[in-house]
């Protein structure tokens, strides 16, 4: 019977950390002695996977910066991803410039009224399409010669913003102005391209460090995709020729990964006892070194307990986390499971015998399917052969059906949520317009998918414009820089609600999706 008692429910938050974290304050310190002692005038690339902790390094280099330094260190931090609708980023890398120096009342706010006009020039030469200039050079020079006066122009302003900087740095060489540019890896092709370039032309100006935060395969494959395959200088020379320094951040021991999870714990004050314990054990099993990804299972066993404290499962919270964990990282093997109850206890005599180093009593075709369904599951025989996954297989036949029915239910809800999670971000980074045009048509917010007519009519536009907007807009989502991120959702399309499941199918094509990799 369900409780008449709600759980409470604190989830984590996917933001940038504040505390000491994997070593991330050594590694922040050493960085920014660098960054102070070298004189100013090259570039640091952090790199890492989405979710590894890039900004929370960023934020802390920024930190040590800012309380150690700050008479002469001015530190700018620019979110790339946030401006990439705009015309060409050098403008708002120079505008948040701008914005920080107008905040100081030192030395550096001298710069600032020499910016704010040396910028609206900048910003007039963009209106003509001014280009950057490439490394190879490619088409760069007849699109400047056929743009002499902006050409002219830029070298004025380039002059202008060093005849500047250099006048603040005159009594104190040591002061320098530190760029730390964060979600490059999230934006479009030419808008990487145009903060890489817009770099490259600002370090012409001696006073100047950038930090960049990146995935260094991502800015390389959008690198390739904007230059083409033809292109003579390789993504990889590109960015090394940009970046003089490399960090890389280092994988997370085990242990690291627990102590992150008793963080987390710690802060949300929801799970104890053994819980808590079995909560550590299995993080790093199933899911592995990202922070990220940590917030994301640890919101979803919140979530599942939650919703079977709510029920009244009486299954200990323990056993629920180590079940649930199952799942998570072996998809599929609650359906398997749930389609005959028989087999958890083919499942536990098997893995029994394999620890006791005997032969399973099970008939020669009992042993063989089971032998061929843990194989299907790389590590799942494994993890139910030591704590805390093999205390399931004492599970009573009540308790393991409970489990197999409940954790269905939740595991399906944390699907079609994060499904949705995803979605959402990547409509987010199209246009307002091409975002609600997709929404409407494939019904993802409110299930109920509509004709081009039926949009067309909401926006009061002909259906064959509403086909334009809807084909330039997948063709947007098609960039391996947001496709990636979409297709993952591909292993669990079973589990998808009806529009998740058409919009993948339309974006990456029937045949695509029947034919997609396997776990």
């Known amino acids: 019977m ?84 705009e015309e060409h980023m050098l403008l708002p890398i120079l505008d948040t410039l701008l914005e920080y120096l107008k905040r100081e009342e030192t030395h550096w706010r001298e710069l600032s009224s020499k910016l704010k006009r040396l910028t609206a020039s900048m910003a007039t030469a963009m209106k003509i399409k001014f280009p950057f200039m490439e490394f190879n050079g490619k088409s760069a020079l007849e699109q400047w010669q056929a743009e002499e006066q902006v050409r002219s122009d830029y070298f004025g302003w380039l002059s202008e913003l060093k005849e500047a900087l250099d006048d603040v740095r005159s009594d104190d060489p040591s002061r320098r102005i530190v760029m730390l540019i964060d979600d490059l890896d999230r934006c479009l092709p030419p808008k990487v391209v145009e903060v890489l370039e817009s770099i490259k032309v600002m370090l012409d100006v001696p006073g100047f460090i950038f930090v960049l935060a990146l995935d260094e395969l991502v800015v390389g494959q959008a690198i390739q995709s904007y230059y083409g395959q033809n292109y003579s200088v390789p993504s990889k020379d590109y960015i090394k020729k940009l970046v003089q320094v490399e960090f890389r951040l280092p994988p997370l021991r085990t242990q690291d990964v627990i102590n992150y999870v008793q963080t987390l714990q710690r802060r949300i004050g929801r799970i104890g006892g053994q819980a808590s314990k079995t909560l550590a054990q299995v993080v790093p099993i199933v899911v592995g070194d990202n922070p990220r990804d940590v917030k994301r299972f640890i919101n979803a066993v919140l979530l599942g307990t939650a919703v079977m404290k709510n029920i009244g499962v009486t299954v ?123 929404q409407l048509l494939f019904g993802i917010l409110d299930g109920r998918p509509r004709t081009f007519q039926d949009v067309g009519r909401e926006f009061n536009l002909t259906a064959e414009h509403v086909s334009e907007v809807a084909v330039k807009a997948m063709r947007k989502l098609r960039h391996p820089t947001r496709a990636r991120r979409l297709r993952d959702l591909l292993s669990s399309m079973d589990e998808l609600d009806y529009p998740s499941q058409v919009f993948l199918i339309e974006l990456f094509g029937r045949d695509w999706v029947k034919n997609r990799p396997s776990e």
Do not use: C
């Not at 986390?321 to 990282?329: N, V, W």
């Not at 009540?398 to 994060?418: G, H, M, P, Q, W």
């Open 316 to 438: 200990p919270v323990s056993q629920q986390i180590a079940f649930m964990a199952m799942e998570f990282r072996w998809p599929g093997i609650v359906r398997t499971l749930a389609s005959d109850k028989s087999l958890w206890k083919l499942v536990g005599e098997y893995v029994e015998a394999i620890v006791e180093g005997r032969v399973p009593v099970l008939s020669e075709e009992e042993a063989k399917n089971i032998k061929e369904m843990l194989e299907s599951k790389p590590g799942l025989d494994s993890y139910l052969q030591e704590s805390p996954g093999k205390e399931l297989l004492d599970l009573s036949d009540d308790d393991f059906n409970e489990l197999v029915y409940y954790t269905s239910i939740t595991r399906e809800k944390r699907k079609a949520e994060i499904a949705q999670d995803k979605i959402d971000e990547v409509l987010g980074e199209l246009t307002e317009h091409e975002k609600r045009v997709l």
């Open 2 to 85: 369900k409780s008449q008692k709600h759980s409470s429910l604190r989830l984590l938050l996917d933001v940038p950390e504040d505390h000491a974290i994997f070593g991330f304050d050594e590694y922040a310190s050493a960085l920014t002695s660098g960054i102070f002692e070298t004189d100013p005038h090259f570039t640091i690339g952090i790199f890492g996977k989405w979710g590894s902790g890039k900004t929370t390094l960023l934020k802390k280099i920024q930190y040590l910066l800012d309380s150690s330094y700050s008479e002469k260190v001015l530190t700018v931090f620019f979110d790339a991803w946030r401006y990439q609708n």
